[in-house]
């Protein structure tokens, strides 16, 4: 069969597919034109296969994070999924997931942690609040007593001038 020659589609079974693959990826990393000339199959065809292939596998690469690349809602998740699970099904859980019961022991007792913070910081902000209350209806009323008295003085200051009008003109006469 020439280069020029067109093959019927799919006619290669995926076990070929996969052996050739095997053959242009990692660790072989043979060249896509001895393939070629080997196993007589299109430059293009193979090119297609291994990019495939390549995007395949990151694909699932990133579908499978570690530890470390999951966010605190995913991670949270997790705990909350295998929280009652008995050792063994953790374990079987762990391989399935890349993960190891020590990261998933350790998000667990991180999550309680901060459950108990957050409930101490809570009662801490509570009580600053009430603090804040309080000493706010204080000064409120002190301002209240001051403003009062402010007037009480600006009204008698005006009758004292008033007074002052009335008796300063009869003192001259």
């Known amino acids: ?13 995926q076990e070929q597919k996969d052996l050739i693959l095997k053959r242009l ?6 060249s896509i034109s001895d393939l070629s000339k080997e196993m007589g199959i299109s430059k293009s065809t193979l ?20 530890g470390k690349e999951l966010t605190s809602k995913e991670k949270f998740l997790i705990v909350m999924e295998t929280y009652s699970m008995p050792e063994i099904k953790l374990s079987e ?13 350790n998000w667990q007792e991180g999550c309680s942690n901060v459950n108990g913070k957050d409930f101490a910081i809570s009662n801490n ?11 706010s209806k204080t000064l ?8 009062k008295a402010l007037a009480e003085v600006a009204a008698l200051l005006v009758l004292r001038k008033k007074l002052d009008a009335i008796l300063g003109d009869q003192e001259e006469e």
């Open 1 to 13: 069969m020439t280069n020029y020659e067109k093959r019927p589609q799919n006619t290669y079974t």
């Open 25 to 30: 990826l990692p660790p072989a990393n043979e």
């Open 47 to 66: 090119n297609t296969w291994k990019s495939k292939a390549q995007k395949e596998k990151r694909k699932s690469s990133q579908e499978s994070k570690t």
């Open 93 to 105: 859980y762990c391989r399935t997931k890349g993960l190891y019961v020590e990261q998933i022991k």
């Open 125 to 135: 902000l509570k009580n600053e609040l009430n603090e804040e209350k309080r000493k």
């Open 140 to 147: 409120e009323k002190e301002l209240n007593r001051k403003e």
